[in-house]
């Protein structure tokens, strides 16, 4: 029980540091504060291009996943960067000077809810 002056091991910490950090804290605390989703569309589109791009994509510190589309997007970034300056720099002086890539769309991400349910094994 906690009580006022207390001191060691029964001193209640404070409210802050009782609650489990969440992914948004962690990405705060690794100054990522803004994250968005990047649609890339590439062309030629072969293997040589997809396997070369995957890697880039893959390599650069803002980028968290790539995904490999089937669709009108070939490529999905799901990016996280300091703040709006940085999210802009990254698409125009590392992305669109790529030759490979003909389109990008980014859409920034507000809230993000994880769904623990989906890790359970489904049924066959």
């Known amino acids: 029980m906690w009580r006022a002056g207390a001191a060691g ?3 209640r910490p404070p409210a ?3 609650r489990p950090r969440g992914a948004s804290d ?3 605390a690794l100054n990522r504060g803004v994250q968005a989703l990047v649609s890339v569309q590439a062309r030629p589109l072969n293997r040589t291009v997809i396997d ?6 893959g390599s650069l510190p803002e980028v968290l996943h790539v995904f490999v589309l089937s669709g009108g997007d070939d490529f999905l970034l799901h990016v996280a ?3 709006l300056d940085r999210l802009h ?3 125009v002086d590392r992305l669109s000077k790529r030759a490979e890539i003909t389109g990008l769309r980014a859409s920034m991400i507000f809230r993000q ?3 623990t349910a989906a ?3 489904l049924p066959s």
Do not use: H, I, M
């Open 9 to 11: 091991p029964s001193r």
């Open 119 to 121: 890790l359970a094994r």
């Open 52 to 57: 070369t791009f995957k890697g880039f994509a």
């Open 113 to 115: 809810v994880g769904n």
């Open 81 to 83: 960067v300091p703040d």
């Open 26 to 28: 962690q990405r705060a």
């Open 16 to 18: 802050r540091e009782s």
């Open 89 to 91: 720099s990254f698409l």
